[in-house]
């Protein structure tokens, strides 16, 4: 056999539903498919340096693709606190008052994935008031499930001086901060505190473990110029090992016409596809834009970003960079 695999896979049962039979064995050649057959047609494929692997009896199915995920959320947060399994508020504040004690003074409590509306003793946001008194000595960031909004303590404010003209930066009726940004205030505060370039790097080698352990072998990313530096840098250290299809946030759009970026930059593990534009916000931030007010805040219906003209304009340009368009929009 002229042909030597970089892989071959044996005892395996491969479904073919073009033949609609199994195959014993699997013969790979620069990440491709070259040969399947019995174990005994397969092994004519290898060589000295090919890898086996012996499957004993266990079905192969193709890796997936995961169309909506975050994976460069997850690494920027890699060693942040996980709330999605606290189910009261009073043990989500005792959380994050015993880490302030573990950590010491003015170390950054980072945290993701809290969702009130599970908890069992009260249904709403936490306070300013409340994270001051359990943090009062360290800046505290938590980012509500959702991604559409964080509570942050007034040190967290101080130092990461969010602007209070920007979309989302919520004020009391005395004019005082709630803790609470969304939106745009909160894209400010998290790119403050995610873009630093070798934590992320650190943060994509962790989260590449899980990718992997799942069985998934691309996923689709929304993408900012910093993390796209990362995601290219990662690849061309050897350590992305799964794909990445990247939508650029909007925002970005302009400058990649300018330097006459299109559909397909990138290279193997890393390529640009789209454009991703957030319309609206989330239903648990009371962002998503309705036809009718919220119940529990009849004053509000949400937040449209765009105008109609205005997403004419940006989806014209998208077209022109072959670009597709990735639309985030909760509302009705």
Sequence with gaps: MSVIADLIIINSRAYDPKSNEFFEGIAVRNGRIIAVGTNHEIKEYLGSQTVVIDCGKKIVIPSFIDAHTHVMGMAARAGWLDFSKVRSLREFLKIIE?????????????????DESKWIDEKRYPTIKELDEVAPNNP???????????????????????????????????????????????EFARKRLETRFENI????????????????????????????????????????????????????????????????????????????????????????????????????????????????????????????????????
């Design 140 to 186: 505290v960031f938590l980012i509500r499930i959702d991604g559409h909004m964080a509570v942050l303590n007034s040190l967290a404010l101080k130092n990461l001086r969010v602007p209070e003209n920007l979309i989302g930066f919520e004020k009391d009726e005395k004019g005082n901060p709630t803790g609470r940004i969304k939106e745009q205030a909160l």
């Design 201 to 332: 790097l650190r943060g994509i080698k962790i989260v590449a473990r899980k990718v992997l352990k799942l069985g998934i072998s691309m996923v689709h990313e929304t993408l900012s110029l910093e993390t796209l530096i990362s995601l290219l840098t990662a690849g061309e250290r050897g350590q992305l090992p799964f794909t990445v299809y990247g939508f650029i946030l909007v925002e970005y759009l302009d400058k990649l016409l300018e330097l006459g970026i299109r559909r397909g930059f990138g290279g193997s593990r890393v390529i640009l596809g789209g454009v991703k534009i957030f319309a609206d916000g989330s239903i648990g931030a009371r962002t998503a834009a309705l036809r009718e007010p919220y119940k529990d805040d009849p004053s509000n219906r949400g937040i449209l970003f765009y105008s109609n003209e205005e997403l004419i304009e940006i989806f014209k340009k998208a077209d022109k960079a072959g670009l597709q368009m990735a639309i985030h929009a909760i509302g009705d």
């Design 98 to 114: 015993e880490y302030a004690h573990k950590i010491g003074k003015n170390e950054w409590i980072l945290g993701y994935a809290w």
